[in-house]
């Protein structure tokens, strides 16, 4: 399921990231990487804030979408 739908505060593991070559790479800078643990803080709209690797980031509800946990 995309992230878009996953819980608030529930910790799931990224199965696959989508999107075009440079989208994934952007978002593996920011530390979304398959296997890696995220946790949704808070959905606004379908924006996301999450958790990744000790850091809150937020997340546009398209990039989110791309991202399958």
């Known amino acids: 399921m995309p992230l878009t739908l996953a819980k608030v505060g529930e910790e799931n593991i990224i199965r696959k990231i ?14 979304f990487v398959v296997g890696g643990a995220v946790t949704v803080i808070n959905a606004i709209g379908g924006n996301v804030i999450v958790s990744v690797k000790d850091s809150r980031i937020a997340v546009s509800k ?3 979408q791309k991202i399958m946990v």
């Open 18 to 31: 989508g999107g075009k070559q440079e989208v994934r790479m952007h978002l593996e800078n920011l530390g």
């Open 62 to 64: 398209e990039m989110a």
